[in-house]
């Protein structure tokens, strides 16, 4: 099996294991970027809070809406990046090692190649998996009225009919995908697709970042520059955990102008809730929440996305090893067997 494959299968593994554990915050930062209401915005609820009113008004399920699609995204992006990432990296070293022999560099990849490298590995994933981001967004900015909230507005007894009638249908997958194509036709499933390409700096960052803390850890200890076996898993989560933060503190703004995009266009007289594109969008972000709408939800982002990035490269790294691992015992025992 090639490197591409495993780091392929390792990295939606990991992926899914990390989507699974942050899932909720995920969920709650989606709905903090897109918030528009300001009579909400002046209830500055913080993560906690937030989390506690969607399960007090909607129920513990809305926390995790969307999450198969999600799961689904999850595993076909890190499956993508990281198959092509390792090709294009292997194409990478190929090329240094080509450059020593002429007498050019020492072989190793440089910082400008591990981030030209992440970056096209990038586009690749983002011009693929896009249709389902804009699926999981509109499942998780769906707001689901209670019933005793909507009673409250109508000033009505808890009679059942009357509840049975209020009660909104259910909003699944099929529904997002019929909503998302009822407003933009096919391209509708691409909403919010350049400010996702840009953010594409993000996981460059992230892995120029990695790959350069985990070079020069190596590097002091003495170790082969191929792998990370020497390397422990409590150590790749702190690596990954700190490239993340890194990487999110520069391009977080791009990500609230996505998830905006991406988000249900709600066509009222109000200018603020409907956005034509990404530079609409940020005029109109600039203009009405001023550079402070840029960074709703950072916080709980922070503590999701580095949960979710150091869980993936300690588990991507292990299940890398171990199925290396298998591979190597396997053979071994193949060639024992063998007559001589």
């Known amino acids: 099996m090639s490197d591409a494959v495993i780091n392929g299968l390792a ?36 993560t906690i809070g937030l989390m506690c009113q969607v399960v007090k008004h909607e129920g513990w399920e809305r926390l995790y809406g969307g999450l198969a699609p999600s799961l689904v995204g999850t595993a076909a992006s890190q499956g993508v990046y990281y198959y092509f990432y390792q090709i294009f990296r292997d194409k990478a070293e190929g090329i240094a090692l080509e450059r020593m022999k002429k007498g050019f560099g020492d072989g190793s990849v440089g910082m400008l190649s591990s981030l030209l490298v992440a970056a096209m590995s990038g586009c690749v994933n983002v011009l693929m998996t896009n249709p389902i981001w804009v699926v999981v967004t509109r499942m998780q900015t769906h707001t689901k009225v209670s019933k005793n909230s909507k009673q409250q507005e109508l000033s009505v007894a808890p009679d059942e009919t009357i509840l049975a009638a209020i009660e909104p249908p259910p909003f699944g997958t099929g529904h997002a995908i019929q909503e998302v194509y009822d407003e933009g036709g096919v391209w509708g499933f691409w909403r919010g697709v350049l400010p996702t390409l840009i953010m594409v700096s993000n996981p460059s960052m992230q892995f120029m970042l990695y790959e350069t803390m985990l070079k020069k850890l190596k590097r002091k200890r003495g170790l082969p520059k191929k792998g990370a076996n020497e390397v422990t898993a409590l150590e790749i989560f702190f690596l990954g955990a700190v490239a993340k933060l890194g990487a999110t503190v520069v391009t977080y703004p791009l990500l609230v102008v996505k998830s905006r995009l991406q988000a249900k266009q709600l066509k009222t007289g109000d200018k603020r809730h409907h956005y034509e594109g990404t530079i609409d969008a940020i005029l109109k972000m600039i203009r009405y929440e001023g550079f402070y709408g840029f960074y709703k939800g950072m916080s709980t982002k922070i503590v999701q996305s580095v949960l979710a990035a150091a869980v993936l490269f300690m588990v991507k790294e292990e299940l890398v090893k171990g199925v290396r691992s298998l591979f190597t015992n396997g053979s071994i025992k193949t060639a024992r067997s063998k007559p001589p």
Do not use: H, W
């Not at 709905?31 to 913080?46: A, F, M, N, S, V």
């Open 11 to 46: 990295g939606a593994g990991g992926g899914i294991i990390a989507q699974l554990i942050t899932y909720p915050l995920q969920t709650v930062n989606t709905r903090q970027q897109t918030e528009r209401d300001p009579k909400k915005e002046k209830r500055k609820l913080g």
